[in-house]
T-cell receptor
Framework: GEDVEQSLFLSVREGDSSVINCTYT??????LYWYKQEPGAGLQLLTY?????DMKQDQRLTVLLNKKDKHLSLRIADTQTGDSAIYFC????????????FGAGTRLFVKA | AAGVIQSPRHLIKEKRETATLKCYPI?????VYWYQQGPGQDPQFLIS???????DKGSIPDRFSAQQFSDYHSELNMSSLELGDSALYFC??????????????FGPGTRLTVL
């Protein structure tokens, strides 16, 4: 089946690291993504990882992929108040077409 | 840089009316996706088009139809609107390149309110 699951809320203090976790069920995933959505705004692609990689680092963002456990995480170092948003985990499935499945989103609260 | 354009940005309709949402992809992008995001919900994939042909279909109701035109813009037609159709409708576009990431660029969304 096609399912992406995330915890719904995360609260951290400014300057700490945030770790947002995601699990997925479909082993035919090709790419896995993290999107950021600020209130009332559209979706912004933050970073992505190909399914045969296990780690990717991009400035303050680190993505870890455990393909065996179908677990994806996003670590944000030195979290700032501007990082407060909803973070969606998503996967693109190899269905022969183009289909992306989103998780429910994790709302990150950053306390000053 | 040009982004994905959606129109209208806001739309108010009554039950049983019809609505047409438009999406203009980033120039040279050949793939368009439609998503529906209900209040407090994650985006749900509706349908996608590649080179004017439907490439995949998600949870799109039979009351909805969509197409991609020769200039690559896409329209989502919604008939017999129901209260539950009230949502933010996102369009995204991408450029298909074999073996590379399908990076979707999202438009600002059309907020549809059905009264």
């Amino acid at each position: 089946g096609e399912d992406v699951e995330q915890s719904l809320f995360l609260s951290v203090r400014e300057g700490d690291s945030s770790v947002i976790n995601c699990t997925y069920t479909d082993s035919s995933s090709t790419y896995l993504y993290w999107y950021k959505q600020e209130p009332g705004a559209g979706l912004q692609l933050l970073t992505y990882i190909f399914s045969n990689m296990d780690m990717k680092q991009d400035q303050r963002l680190t993505v870890l992929l455990n393909k065996k456990d179908k677990h994806l995480s996003l670590r944000i170092a030195d979290t700032q108040t501007g990082d407060s948003a909803i973070y969606f985990c998503a996967e693109t499935l190899n269905t022969g077409g183009f289909k992306t499945i989103f998780g429910a989103g994790t709302r990150l609260f950053v306390k000053a | 840089a040009a982004g994905v354009i959606q129109s209208p940005r806001h739309l108010i309709k009554e039950k049983r009316e019809t609505a047409t949402l438009k999406c203009y992809p980033i120039p040279r992008h050949d793939t368009v996706y439609w998503y529906q995001q209900g209040p407090g919900q994650d985006p749900q994939f509706l349908i996608s088009f590649y080179e004017k042909m439907q490439s995949d279909k998600g949870s799109i109701p039979d009351r909805f139809s969509a197409q991609q035109f020769s200039d690559y813009h896409s329209e989502l037609n919604m008939s017999s609107l129901e209260l539950g159709d009230s949502a933010l409708y996102f369009c995204a576009s991408s450029l298909f390149r074999a073996g590379e990431i399908d990076e979707q660029f999202f438009g600002p969304g059309t907020r549809l309110t059905v009264l």
